[in-house]
């Protein structure tokens, strides 16, 4: 009777065991198809994004998705962080890249990390703002978290910084 307590104790050992060894743990990077599939729909952000075409460029968020940075208004005598929702954010657009006629961002680098349902990309970028004979050029980071469901990826926040 003992032997058999013994066996049936290593059984649900070996089972728990067996059970937490599964694909949810698993770490897939930009080289896999996972971290592919990522990198593809933020080349669409970044496409979108710079076309200005903001019904495409919201369809990359979930609802409620918020935008960070730190920045300093004009007057202000410091920076502050500031969140705001995707809405919001495309609100604003006619005062931020809708002002002036040339805005661009493109990726230039990323690093992807997929767990699950869960991904995380830090891309750096280029950007170009302002007038054609006037641009403004900079480079930043983005830091990108994003959530699968139902099979679709999507941006869940999105936190940025220029290079200063």
């Known amino acids: 009777m003992r032997s058999f307590a ?11 065991t067996t ?9 897939s990077l930009t080289d896999t198809p996972e971290g592919e599939a990522v990198e593809i729909k933020l080349k669409e952000y970044y496409k979108d994004m710079s ?8 369809s990359h968020f979930w609802n409620n998705a918020t935008i960070t940075t730190a920045w300093q208004q004009p007057g202000d005598s410091a920076a502050t962080v500031d969140v705001t929702t995707i809405d919001d954010f495309i ?3 006619p005062n931020g890249p809708d002002s002036q006629p040339v805005f661009e961002e ?5 690093k992807i990390k997929v767990q699950g349902n869960i991904a995380e990309a830090w891309v750096n970028y280029e950007a170009k703002f302002g007038k054609p004979d006037s641009l403004t050029q900079w480079k930043g980071v983005d830091v ?3 959530m699968r469901h139902n099979s679709e990826w999507k941006i869940v926040s999105l936190v940025f910084e220029a290079e200063q």
């Open 6 to 16: 013994v066996i049936l104790a290593a059984i649900s050992l070996f089972s728990c």
């Open 19 to 27: 059970k937490t060894d599964n694909s949810t743990s698993t770490i």
């Open 51 to 58: 076309a200005r075409d903001w019904k495409k460029y919201r």
């Open 91 to 93: 609100k604003e657009a």
């Open 106 to 110: 493109k990726m230039t680098d990323s």
């Open 144 to 146: 990108f978290t994003l």
